[in-house]
């Protein structure tokens, strides 16, 4: 840290120092926030996402599953008949676009087809995220 004062430079000059502190202060809270994250948790908050999505990608279910959530395009499966809005929002899923979609879907991706109000407590988002995470939720 005493490398980024020499005499007459400061922050000001030094753009990449403040995006890399920034990228490393981003990644630091991000790791705290998932690894306090419970996915035993998360299995019981996926109770609610359940009657309409699996985790297996068998069987008939009003949503799409989400076996191989994390990391994929969302309104990709070509066996899910998608809402314009999904097919269009140009979203990859990761812990925090899933967090932000599933906190208030509509907000999100207006016009999405889930009816679902959302899940407001972010300690049960982020052990819900776990848990996809856990089960299978990566896509390879």
């Known amino acids: 840290m ?4 020499r005499a007459g430079t400061g922050l000001k000059t030094r753009p990449y120092t403040v995006l890399v502190l920034a990228t490393l202060t981003v990644a630091l809270v991000s790791t705290s926030l998932a690894s306090a994250a419970d996915p ?3 299995k ?42 999904m097919k269009r929002s140009d979203v990859t ?14 907000a999100f991706i207006p016009g999405n087809r889930m009816a679902f109000a959302g899940i407001n407590d972010q ?3 982020a052990d819900l995220i776990a848990y ?6 990566e896509s390879k």
């Open 93 to 106: 899923w990761d812990a925090t676009t899933l967090d932000t979609y599933v906190a208030d879907p509509q």
């Open 40 to 42: 035993d948790k998360g």
């Open 123 to 125: 300690a049960q988002r």
């Open 132 to 137: 996809l995470a856990a089960a299978g939720g």
């Open 2 to 5: 005493a490398n980024l004062r």
């Open 44 to 85: 019981a908050v996926f109770e609610q996402c359940a009657a309409c999505h699996s985790l297996d990608g068998m069987g008939d279910y009003d949503g799409p599953t989400l076996k191989g959530i994390i990391g994929r395009k969302a309104g990709s499966l070509e066996d899910y008949r998608y809402s314009a809005a």
